[in-house]
T-cell receptor
Framework: AQKVTQAQTEISVVEKEDVTLDCVYETRDTTYYLFWYKQPPSGELVFLIRRNSFDEQNEISGRYSWNFQKSTSSFNFTITASQVVDSAVYFCALSEGSGGYNKLIFGAGTRLAVHP | EAQVTQNPRYLITVTGKKLTVTCSQNMNHEYMSWYRQDPGLGLRQIYYSMNVEVTDKGDVPEGYKVSRKEKRNFPLILESPSPNQTSLYFC??????????????FGPGTRLTVL
């Protein structure tokens, strides 16, 4: 069955620390997409990244980087030199071909608190 | 500006009083979807629509209805709300790229409380 697990419920760091948010997924499909979204305290969902199952290259965008490893079914998200503005709930999600990509399967989310 | 709008943003109602949460997108997207967010559960899909007059159930459709009469609008209807439908609701719309949905755009959310 399809499933996304974010084992870290809450993480608390001090500003400028690096932090990694874990995401482990389960799927029987060979073609799928993985996503990360940010939900700041204001409540909206902000799209961060989408990665397809055939592209295992790591990606870096500013202080954000993503490590996709099919061998361990993981798609981890690292924030380098964290800032207070990074405080939010972060969701990892999966979209599968067998479902026509019509649904996102979300993890439970990780709440990140960055303290000054 | 490309956006998904939802109304109302906040709503407190009582059990059994029918309500509609509207969702509108200005990007001419074919695909739209509703999700509910509950603590510890992440977001779960309620219904989705692949185009006008084409809708289908998601993982938690009980107690909800939807309609897609126009491409831009995808309202969520609660015919007889109950307290277990107290939640944060998100509408999403998506274009299709290379056969898959990008799921990049979400509405701002509607916080519903059913007393």
């Amino acid at each position: 069955a399809q499933k996304v697990t974010q084992a870290q419920t809450e993480i608390s760091v001090v500003e400028k620390e690096d932090v990694t948010l874990d995401c482990v997924y389960e799927t029987r499909d060979t073609t799928y997409y993985l996503f990360w979204y940010k939900q700041p305290p204001s409540g909206e969902l902000v799209f961060l990244i989408r990665r397809n199952s055939f592209d295992e290259q790591n990606e870096i965008s500013g202080r954000y980087s993503w490590n996709f490893q099919k061998s361990t079914s993981s798609f981890n998200f690292t924030i380098t030199a964290s800032q207070v503005v990074d405080s939010a709930v972060y969701f990892c999600a999966l979209s599968e071909g067998s479902g026509g990509y019509n649904k996102l399967i979300f993890g439970a989310g990780t709440r990140l608190a960055v303290h000054p | 500006e490309a956006q998904v709008t939802q109304n109302p943003r906040y709503l407190i109602t009582v059990t059994g009083k029918k309500l509609t949460v509207t969702c509108s997108q200005n990007m001419n997207h074919e695909y739209m979807s509703w999700y509910r967010q509950d603590p510890g559960l992440g977001l779960r899909q309620i219904y989705y629509s692949m185009n006008v007059e084409v809708t289908d159930k998601g993982d938690v459709p009980e107690g909800y209805k939807v309609s897609r009469k126009e491409k831009r609008n995808f309202p969520l209807i609660l015919e007889s709300p109950s307290p277990n439908q107290t939640s944060l609701y998100f509408c999403a719309s998506s274009e299709t790229s290379g056969g898959f949905r990008e799921w990049q755009f979400f509405g701002p959310g509607t916080r519903l409380t059913v007393l």
